[in-house]
Every structure is written in C-alpha cells, then in structure tokens.
C-alpha cells in the first residue's frame, strides 16, 4: 500500500511558478510510475504528466511544466512555470506499478494522493 501526501499549491498570477511535491511512503517507489493529473470545477480528471524512465506531458503543458522525481527521497516534483488562469485546478499525484506500456487513464492509477489547489488569477 503506497501513501501519497501532496504540497505546494497556491495562489500565484498568470506568468508565475509553483513548485509541486509529493511524498510516498509505504511501497518500493522506485518500482512505480508516478504521475499527476488535475481536476478543474464541472470538468473531468485530465492527465498532466508521466515519469517513470520516460517523461510524457500532456500538449497544454508542455514547455511550461517539468515533471521530476527523486527516488532516494521516494518523491516527485512538478516544476510549473509560466501559469496560465486555465491551469486552475485540483492537482493529485498517482502511482501505478511500472509497465512497458505508457499509461495516460487516470482510472488505471492505483493510488493517489488528497490534492493541492492550484490557483492561477490576477
């Protein structure tokens, strides 16, 4: 059973960062693909980034957010750069045990974090 706690959120402006952790416990986490994915107000879960010995973002933020991950610290991070107000949102950390085959469906992830808020306004 894999535990992750999530941090990091916040409000910020159009144009600023936020830096996102997430911390897990309780598994091998070197043997999991971790992953984030968002959700906004009315609209489905929708994933954001993917890495296990690959990097995969989603096309609305690629360029802007870099996805991470420290296995001696059982952590991963998603740098945001350049924040845009549609990038409000809930942002949830996930993990999967690792496949050959690259997995994008939220429902397919097996844990998960609480959330942070994301909030981009002015």
């Known amino acids: 059973q894999v535990q992750l706690v999530e941090s990091g959120g916040g409000l910020v402006q159009p144009g600023g960062s936020l830096r996102l952790s997430c911390a897990a416990s309780g598994g091998t986490f070197a043997r999991y693909t971790m992953a984030w994915f968002r959700q906004a107000p009315g609209k489905e879960r929708e994933f954001v980034a993917h890495i296990d010995w690959r990097t995969i973002y989603a096309d609305s933020v690629k360029g802007r957010f870099t996805i991470s991950r420290d296995n001696a610290k059982n952590a991963v991070f998603l740098q945001m750069n350049n924040l845009k107000p549609e990038d409000t949102a809930v942002y949830y950390c996930?993990?999967?045990?690792?496949?050959?085959?690259?997995?994008?469906?939220?429902?397919?992830?097996?844990?998960w974090g609480q959330g942070t808020q994301v909030t981009v306004s002015s």
């Open positions: 996930a993990a999967r045990g690792v496949s050959p085959i690259v997995v994008l469906d939220p429902s397919r992830y097996d844990y």
